[in-house]
């Protein structure tokens, strides 16, 4: 199994300019996640699917699109990107099973709006 | 409001010794917590976790430790070696299906050989 899946690993964008982060698994996980870190932050959560066609935002979603068309993909879409969206942002997944509620993540994009 | 907080943020000790991370919540509806290890240019990885209905979760030379009165939890690492340097979050959920984890800053930890 590759796990979690990131691309790009690298971007730069110019203010105004859009792009998709892509993330994939191949675990069969019905709940996946996206996450920005910024320096010296911890993680914060942008958006979360529990399942193929539902998402919902989590604590800092302006800016940010998502969907989920299936189980494996879940990608992360910015529309007009701004210097405050430079951060380093990670994709997880999970599968609840009894009180487990490990995430599993991926590398990472690291991305500089200038 | 930051929910879950680690106030240190960085540890040095030498290899072979102990190292305490510590770990504070103010969210009372906080039943899960994990501590995630991460390096450089990497993804967090999950270490180890605890439920709320536990004060103790131990595995190989990782504990952690809740005390729910205090709402605290510490992770112990012995004996510490070199590899363990890495940034540690401690997160934590509330459960209810969601699964959504609250991080904190983490914390630099350095085991110098």
């Known amino acids: 199994n590759a796990g979690v899946t990131q691309t790009p690993k690298f971007r730069i964008l110019k203010i105004g300019q859009s792009m998709t982060l892509q993330c994939a698994q191949d675990m069969n996980h019905n709940y996946m996640y996206w996450y920005r870190q910024d320096p010296g932050m911890g993680l914060k959560l942008i958006y979360y699917s529990v399942g193929a066609g539902i998402t919902d935002k989590g604590e800092v979603p302006n800016g940010y699109n998502v969907s989920r068309s299936t189980t494996e993909d879940f990608p992360l879409r910015l529309e007009l990107a701004a210097p405050s969206q430079t951060s380093v942002y990670f994709c997880?997944?999970?599968?609840?099973?009894?009180?487990?509620?490990?995430?599993?993540f991926g590398p990472g994009t690291r991305l500089t709006v200038t | 409001d930051q929910q879950v907080k680690q106030n240190s943020p960085s540890l040095s000790v030498q290899e072979g010794r102990i190292s305490i991370l510590n770990c504070d919540y103010t969210?009372?509806?906080?039943?899960?917590f994990l501590w995630y290890k991460k390096y450089p240019a990497e993804g967090p990885t999950f270490l180890i976790s605890?439920?709320?209905?536990?004060d103790k979760n131990e595995d190989g030379r990782f504990t952690v430790f809740l005390n729910k009165s205090a709402k605290h939890l510490s992770l112990h690492i012995v004996p510490s070696q070199p590899g363990d340097s890495a940034v540690y979050f401690c997160a934590a959920s509330t459960g209810g299906g969601s699964e959504k984890l609250v991080f904190g800053k983490g914390m630099k930890l350095t085991v110098n050989p």
């Open positions: 605890i439920s709320s209905i536990k």
């Open positions: 969210n009372s509806m906080f039943d899960y």
């Open positions: 997880a997944s999970s599968h609840p099973a009894g009180d487990s509620y490990e995430q599993y």
